[in-house]
C-alpha cells in the first residue's frame, strides 16, 4: 500500500519491519536445521544424502519448542537487562535536572509540547558526537548523549538531536532495534558456535575399515555426508548474513524518519541540518559494540559497499531535509587533524565549527519560545506552537 506523508510512512515502515522481525525469527529454524544437519553427520558419516535431509527434518521438529522457548528466553533477558548492557558497555548513567538543568529542560520541554512521557536522561562521558534512545516500554525509555555532543551544539542543535531521539521511541523504533539486535546476537552466536566446533573437528566422510566390495557404495554415502557439511555450513552462513543485512536495514531505513520527526517537533530544520554537520564523522565510542553504534543518532563505521553501513550517509540525510523542509546546508566541516581545522586542532566544538547561519535571539529554552533562523519555506512557527 502506498504510504502518503508522514504518519503513513512510520505506519508503513512499522509493518515492514515486523515482517523483517518476523522473518529474523524464521532464521533461527533455519539454524536450528542446519544444526540438526552437522548433528547427524557426526552420529553417522555414512549415509546417502536424502537420509540426512529427512533425519534432520524430524530433529527440527523435535527441537523446534525448545528452540522458540530458547529465542524467547534471550529475549526476556534482553528485555530486563538491555539497559544495564548498553550503560555497562557505553558508560552511561542517569542525570537529574539538577545535574544538567540545560539538557533536562530542553528534553522535557520537547516531551511537554507533545505530551510525549519523559524518558530518563543519561550522560556518556566521551568526546565522541553521539546520541541513542533505548527502551522497550515507557518505564524504560531513556535519552543518552554524551559530553562532546553537550559541548559542541547549541541549544538549537541539542534540541533537534532530542527531537530526533524522542522521535525513535514515539515511532516504537527502539523496541523494534532492540529485539532486532538480540534475535541477530542469537544467530551469531550460534553460528559462531557451529563454525568453530566444525573447524576444530576432525571428521571422516566415508568410513574407514570397510571391505572392497563395499567400497563404492561407501564413497557415494561418504560423499552425501560431505554434501550435507557444505550444505549445512551454506545456511548457517546464509541466516548469519540476512540477519545482519535485516538488522542494518531496519536501522537505517528509521533514521530519515527520525530526522523528519525532530523538524516536526522543533520547527527548525536548519538546526537538525547544523547538527548533523558537527556531527558528522565524530561519533565513534571507544568501545562501544557494532549493536550500540547501530542504535546512534549517526554511525561513522563503515560496511562493504554500503550494504553494512547502518545509517544512510549525512550527506542524504541532509539533501531530503533541503528538500523536504526547506532545510539549508551550510556544507561538510573539516574533521579535526584534517589540516583545514582552525585552531589548535582538537575536537569540534560550537567555536571551532560556528554555525553560519544568524541565530535568532530567544530567551533560552526556559523562558519564551525560541524563534529559529528564517526558512526559504518562509516563518517558521515556534516549536512548541502556541500554549
Known sequence: MAAYGLYTHIASNKFRSMLLLGGLFLLVYVMVFAGALLAEVALNSNRPFDDYLTLAAHDLVKASPFATIGAAAWIVIA???HQNIIDAVTGGHDVTRQEQ??????LENLCISRGIPMPKLKIVDSPALNAFATGLNRSQYAVTVTTGLMNALNDREMEAVLGHELTHIRNG????????VVIAGVIGFFAELFFRIFFNSNWSFGGGG???SSSSDGDKKGGGAFAIVLLAIALIGLAWGLSLV?????SRSRELLADAGS????KDPDAMISALRKIEGRGELPGATSAVMEMCIDNPREGFA????????VDSRVKALVKYAGGRDPGPLPLPGSGAEAGDGGGPSADSSPDTRPEAPHAGPWGSS???APSPAGPIPGPWGRR
Open 79 to 81: 528485555y530486563f537487562f
Open 101 to 106: 538543568p540545560r539538557l533536562y529542560n530542553l
Open 173 to 180: 523504533d527502539v523496541q523494534l532495534l532492540v529485539i532486532a
Open 210 to 212: 570397510r571391505s572392497s
Open 246 to 250: 535485516v538488522r542494518f536495514a531496519l
Open 263 to 266: 523538524v516536526e517537533l522543533t
Open 306 to 313: 554500503d550494504l553494512f553501513a547502518t545509517h544512510p550517509s
Open 370 to 372: 525560541p524563534q529559529p
